[in-house]
């Protein structure tokens, strides 16, 4: 069984569905969305966290540091208010001028966020949002955007939205998660990909082609308040769905730049057991990106103006399949397909073509990095990483920045995320490959790449059995488990119960009833005791306690009778 054969299940299951000012020219991002990657000499500065206002210099064509990446959007995090990023994936960055730089995210979670307390919910939870970068000299600012609401200002004023949203299609809700973007002049155009609001294995549905202001989003990285709102224009992208089923087509996993054209890559996932996820190609002038009525579709030999022509530029055969975000990139005479393998696995490869349409070859594919601490089990956090994706306004003409997503589908017995624990989670992270690697024997690649430790927490450690993996069960929840050695120490005119906990998170509803009397609900506590009061002397009372989980999904109950003195 080949790599991609094994990750076909793993695939389907990937979600979607942090950084700093860098003296890089803009000619550096048109280099690698352009021509060949085949040398040159740049410099960058990048900051420790956004907390501070020194930067890190590289040393020489090494380019930014991924510790420092890694580290500035923790901070950021660590010290973020309601109006504020601190945690979200789906991350891509744009440079709109050679001081500043657009990061899209996917889902988000807003401030205050801390690495013991988790995402305080005070600020809300949005599926994309937008960080704008400003850099000037040793200095750093980082500024969030949404779409309106919420805390602009440090006032709270409500649940912030989302940047991009839509209507419901066919009754059924929509979230927006950002695919690919690139500049265009002086318009950012970022792709958005609609999918089905739900649990695991997520729906998707259609995609939008939202079109940004360089300008305004250049001023709003130059305001000193967060929580600003920004407003895209949409262009919806017409929905086809092959013949033999699934998903329709959905477009703008990756861009790629060749001179005056933009390759946009898509997925169309087959459905079934052994779903795959083909990969298809348009192209268009870049001048027109947004004028779908320009695309041109791959359609086996020949690029067609009907979508409905299109075809994979993998055939629907082998164990060739792509997940919802991956990079092209062009390196010394050969496109590469840069991707993680799956959402529970630890690997970053590097598929090479001929040509920006294939084929792209799935056995002579380069293992790029290979993550510590990934894998669905508590040894692990239950952490997974998805979505790797080449930083053309982090890269450097001889060093090539990747970033992927972290994320943990760890949840308490109570069906708690840990993202009520800790903000070390749904955050993004980078690596560091020199173009020289992709040269090197596959055995040796990875000695080239740089990449920041990701470490482990305490808190699944200190005690593995009261968490579990979400992915696990129907609907992301774990079983309710029982109430257990209920005990009951009775006082007059009152009873002190006291029961063994059901899990980490879990609430606890009691009642009771006495002689022919209805049992009555007395109240639901998150500890594991409680005492009843104002009851008779001289009668029997019979107590139930009934676990419920954050869902009101409830356990087998414990029952327990003693007579009041």
């Known amino acids: 069984m080949t790599r991609r054969e094994d990750r076909k299940v793993r695939v389907a299951l990937a979600a979607c569905g942090v950084v700093a000012g860098f003296a890089i020219t803009a000619g550096i991002v048109s280099v690698v969305h352009g021509g060949f990657l085949t040398g040159g000499s740049r410099r960058a500065a990048v900051p420790t966290d956004s907390g501070?206002?020194?930067?890190?210099?590289?040393?020489?064509?090494?380019?930014?540091?991924?510790?420092?990446?890694?580290?500035?959007?923790?901070?950021?995090?660590?010290?973020?208010?309601?109006?504020?990023w601190a945690g979200g994936d789906g991350v891509s960055g744009i440079r709109l001028n050679s001081s500043q730089i657009a990061w899209f995210f996917a889902d988000t979670y807003l401030g205050p966020a801390g690495p013991t307390a988790g995402f305080s919910h005070l600020g809300g939870f949005l599926h994309n949002?937008?960080?704008?970068?400003?850099?000037?000299?040793?200095?750093?600012?980082?500024v969030t955007l949404t779409g309106g609401g919420g805390c602009a200002g440090g006032v709270h004023a409500g649940p912030a939205t989302s940047i991009v949203s839509g209507p419901s299609t066919a009754g059924m809700a929509l979230r927006y998660w950002d695919a690919d973007g690139i500049r265009v002049g002086g318009t950012v155009v970022t792709f958005y990909n609609a999918y089905l609001l739900g649990p695991a294995p997520y729906v998707a549905v259609?995609?939008?082609?939202?079109?940004?202001?360089?300008?305004?989003?250049?001023?709003?990285?130059?305001?000193?308040?967060?929580g600003g709102a920004i407003t895209p224009a949409l262009t919806p992208v017409p929905?086809?769905?092959?013949?033999?089923?699934?998903?329709?087509?959905i477009w703008g996993s990756a861009l790629l730049r060749s001179g005056h054209t933009v390759y946009i890559y898509g997925w169309q996932s087959t459905g079934g057991a052994d779903s795959l996820s083909l990969p298809y190609l348009a192209r268009v002038s870049a001048s027109r990106l947004t004028d779908f009525a320009a695309w041109r579709f791959y359609a086996g030999g020949q690029w067609s103006a009907s979508q409905s022509l299109a075809v994979p530029i993998e055939p629907a055969v082998g164990d060739f399949s792509v997940p919802s975000g991956f990079s092209v990139v062009p390196i010394a005479g050969r496109y590469w397909l840069i991707e993680a393998v799956g959402a529970g696995d630890p690997d970053i490869y590097a598929y090479p073509a001929p040509t920006p349409w294939g084929p792209f070859d799935a056995h002579g594919g380069v293992l790029l990095y290979r993550a510590p601490g990934i894998g669905l089990s508590a040894a692990n956090d239950y952490r997974i990483m998805y979505e790797a994706r080449v930083e053309p306004a982090l890269s450097t003409s001889k060093t090539l920045v990747?970033?992927?997503?972290?994320?943990?589908?760890?949840?308490?017995?109570a069906c708690q995320s840990i993202a009520w624990f800790t903000n070390a989670f749904i955050q993004p992270r980078f690596i560091s490959v020199p173009i020289s690697a992709f040269a090197a024997p596959k055995a040796t690649v990875r000695d080239f790449v740089r990449a920041a430790n990701l470490g482990s927490l305490p808190i699944i450690q200190r005690d593995p059995a009261a968490w579990f993996d979400s992915w696990s069960f129907a609907g992301g929840c774990?079983?309710?488990?029982?109430?257990?050695?209920?005990?009951?120490?009775?006082?007059?005119?009152?009873?002190?119960?006291?029961w063994r906990s059901a899990g980490i998170g879990m609430q606890y509803r009691v009642y009771l009833s006495s002689?022919?009397?209805?049992?009555?609900?007395?109240?639901?506590?998150?500890?594991?005791?409680?005492?009843?009061?104002?009851?008779t002397s001289g009668l029997a009372y019979d107590f139930e306690v009934v676990p419920v989980n954050t869902r009101s999904d409830t356990g087998p109950p414990a029952y327990i009778s003693v007579g009041v003195p």
């Open 129 to 142: 949002s937008m960080v704008i970068q400003t850099t000037g000299g040793s200095r750093t600012s980082l």
């Open 52 to 84: 501070t206002t020194s930067t890190v210099i590289s040393r020489g064509d090494e380019g930014p540091s991924p510790a420092a990446l890694d580290a500035q959007w923790l901070a950021y995090s660590d010290h973020s208010t309601c109006a504020e």
């Open 402 to 413: 990747i970033s992927y997503n972290v994320n943990s589908e760890a949840v308490t017995a």
């Open 206 to 226: 259609g995609t939008t082609m939202a079109s940004f202001s360089v300008r305004k989003l250049s001023a709003a990285g130059h305001t000193a308040a967060n």
């Open 478 to 498: 774990p079983p309710v488990p029982g109430v257990s050695d209920l005990t009951a120490r009775a006082h007059p005119g009152r009873v002190r119960l006291a």
């Open 515 to 535: 002689g022919a009397q209805a049992s009555e609900y007395v109240r639901t506590v998150s500890a594991t005791r409680m005492t009843v009061t104002g009851l």
């Open 239 to 249: 929905t086809y769905t092959p013949p033999d089923g699934g998903t329709p087509i």
